[in-house]
Nanobody, 121 residues
């Protein structure tokens, strides 16, 4: 069992940056791949980024590649999403998720409650 709690959301102007963090409980944290997803009002939840258990493999959605960076600290049981050059279309609730296998699909086993990111033009 893994419990996930996101933080770091907020409001920012276009072109700005935010860093999201997700703290996980559980001694098996390093056994899980971690992902970030987002969902805007009226839209389906979409994949943003994912990182493998050891942090070597990373995957990004085309819409965020080159602007967002996912990282993890297995000693601190955290995963972060550094978001630069933010655009209004990045506005959404961002969710942290965990799964035993790296995936870009919306089929993760454990989910946080989300943190709101709002980007104004």
């Amino acid at each position: 069992q893994v419990q996930l709690v996101e933080s770091g959301g907020g409001s920012v102007q276009a072109g700005g940056s935010l860093r999201l963090s997700c703290a996980a409980s559980g001694r098996t944290f390093r056994s899980y791949a971690l992902g970030w997803f987002r969902q805007d009002a009226g839209k389906e939840r979409e994949f943003v980024a994912a990182i493998s258990t050891g942090g070597v493999l990373r995957s990004y959605a085309p819409s965020v590649k080159g602007r967002f960076t996912i990282s993890r600290d297995n000693a601190q049981n955290t995963v972060a999403l550094q978001m630069n050059s933010l655009k209004p279309e990045d506005t959404a609730v961002y969710y942290c998720a965990a799964k035993t296998v790296l995936s870009t699909r919306d089929d993760y086993e454990f989910w946080g409650r989300g943190t709101q990111v709002t980007v104004s033009s």
